[in-house]
């Protein structure tokens, strides 16, 4: 690399550029209620994705800046032609310190062995549901066993730190708690809940479908004793978005509380889109194209300045932001969705 700015980038409110999620796709094989609900969807380009080698090369540029995480995404980044390739690229340029992927689980069983192989280090697993019935109305799917085998496969492979991913929705699979957690322990893997959040895709979101962290901990403290917040705290730069806390028995469990108790001020990670588009926060209405310079002959200099000199400007606050509207819907509707594809989190990559 031509360039060595590393740990130099940080924006305005001192946030270090530490964590990159890269979208491989837009495309997704189920359909959740809180990302894809609709029938229809305006898909990017094919000719518009980045190829393996400009992520690679755009890794490098970012790594540059003091960037030490990479999380593979979607849509489901599985659906990917030969994601092993990309992993295997990640993995021997000696970049990044941790190369994790979030996945829907659906395919994942095919695929865990090889991608331990190549270099993977961790895996996150979506996982919204135990029941077979719930998880077909969630997600128009019947491969709820798939998902399950997923989780044994990762775990057989030798995966560590391996974690399950649960949206929480009043009404719909707040009853299954306990039940998660009691999974999650059974196959020694870490469950993340997530309060139900207003981005992108979206549509069916309200402030009353949100179960808050709050009234998490409250039902899991009544079923099975204190939850007692771990050690790691939100004034940790390097710490993951979930806060962690500890069961009586050992169990240790996570809540992301975006939606109640946003942690912006904090926020080290930023997105690339499949097309090579960069939001430097979930909720950005905008991002800074890549791709064009890319492909227009720019040097790995001139990406590195677009990129610390954005990140140097960056002020962005949205879940903080959303959390202060005094009448608080849904962030885009459908129309808006259609007529930019890269508002949707299935896109952006969650």
Known sequence: MPIDLRNNAADRLGRPLRSLRISVTDRCNIRCRYCMPEQEYVWLPRQSILTYEENLRLVGIFASLGMTRVRITGGEPLLRHDLSSLVRLLSRSGYVEDIALTTNGVLLARYADELKQVGLSRVTISLDTLQPGRFREFTRSDRHADVLAGIDVVQAAGF???????????????????DLLEFGRAKQVEVRFIEYMDVGGATRWSLDQVMSKKEMLQVIGARLGRPVPLAQGRGNPERAPAERFSLPDGTKFGIIASTTEPFCRTCDRSRLTADGTWFLCLYAR???????????GATDADLAALIADSWADRVDRGAEQRLSEPKRGILYQVQGLREDPHREMHTRGG
């Not at 560590?160 to 009404?171: A, D, E, H, L, P």
């Not at 905008?286 to 227009?296: M, Q, Y």
């Open 160 to 178: 560590q730190s391996t974690k399950i991913n649960s949206v929480v929705i009043r009404g719909t699979n707040d009853d299954e708690l306990i």
């Open 286 to 296: 905008s991002g800074v194209d890549l791709r064009g310079p890319i492909r227009a």
